[in-house]
């Protein structure tokens, strides 16, 4: 599992954070929140190779 922490200005991480919540999978994160200016974003460990392919 990955996390990254990112500050910026309160509208743009409002923003950032949307785009996050409007993702789908696979790139959906497994955790996105929002304290402050400080947006925490989570992501679940990658998926075994050919598992995301359309058969």
């Known amino acids: 599992m990955g996390t990254a ?3 910026a200005p309160a509208g743009t991480a409002h923003r ?3 785009f996050l919540h409007a993702q789908r999978s696979p790139y959906l994160p497994a955790y996105a929140g929002l304290a402050g200016s400080v947006l925490t ?3 679940g460990p ?3 190779l ?3 392919q359309d058969h």
């Open 5 to 7: 922490e990112l500050t």
């Open 16 to 18: 950032m954070l949307a």
């Open 41 to 43: 974003i989570e992501f």
């Open 46 to 48: 990658p998926a075994r």
């Open 50 to 52: 050919g598992l995301l």
